[in-house]
């Protein structure tokens, strides 16, 4: 399978501990975005890379949320000291970027993070 | 903010029948404009873009219109199937390249 694979695939955790998740992309792609989805609601932004490059994070991300693409492939999502809030599902895509057209996500299945 | 939404939460239509789901936008400086479809435990899967400069446009069995006077995207599925059953997003991306997500609409179809 090529496409962008996520993982841990479910993830429960106690309220003040961290949690990783990993995103491996496409292979050839070279953005990657990470979106938050909770129930009923459309994803919503939290940051994305060009390559190795973070471009922007979402004002809505607390200092809690930090995310790596240190070779520009795969990525992390950490979250520190969890909160019950931050349950969600954790969605990676991925996608090439020309310059000319912003081309289409590719989205994992996801990371779903509950904190009790 | 900026935002992109749905007139309605939910749609429920009969197999074989046309499915037009509706979105208002409000950022009038985006690029471009695109539907999701999100079947239940999956990421969203692309289905159809826009460019800002058009008004219509024509997929397999889907076709998008856009009316950028009334900020108004919608999407039309000829011969809906029960393998459409899912819920839809609108998207929109402004020059930053950033797809803003809206809130969905969930199609039923029914056998």
């Known amino acids: 399978d090529t496409g962008v694979s996520q993982n841990p695939r479910h993830k429960i955790t106690k309220r003040g501990q961290n949690v990783t998740f990993r995103c491996d992309p496409i292979s050839e792609h070279n953005r990657l975005y990470w979106y938050r989805q909770t129930l009923g609601q459309g994803p919503e932004f939290l940051t994305y890379?060009?390559?190795?490059?973070?471009?922007?994070k979402s004002r809505l991300l607390s200092d809690r949320f930090s995310a790596e693409r240190p070779k520009g492939s795969f990525s992390t999502l950490e979250i520190q000291r969890t909160e019950q809030g931050d349950s969600a599902m954790y969605l990676c895509?991925?996608?090439?970027?020309?310059?000319?057209?912003?081309?289409?996500?590719?989205f994992g299945e996801g990371s779903r993070l509950t904190v009790l | 903010g900026e935002s992109v939404g749905l007139h309605l939460p939910t749609l429920s239509v009969q197999e074989g029948d046309n499915s037009i789901i509706n979105c208002a936008y409000s950022n009038s400086a985006s690029d471009y404009f695109i539907w999701y479809k999100q079947e239940s435990g999956k990421g969203p899967q692309f289905i159809i873009d826009i460019r800002s400069n058009m008004d219509k446009r024509q997929g397999q069995r889907v076709t998008v219109l856009l009316n950028k006077t009334v900020k108004h995207l919608s999407l039309q599925i000829a011969a809906t199937q029960p393998g459409d059953s899912a819920v839809y997003f609108c998207a929109e991306i402004p020059k930053s390249f950033k797809t803003i997500f809206g809130a969905g609409t969930r199609l039923f179809v029914k056998a």
């Open positions: 895509a991925s996608s090439i970027f020309s310059g000319g057209s912003p081309g289409e996500l590719f």
């Open positions: 890379f060009q390559n190795e490059a973070q471009l922007e």
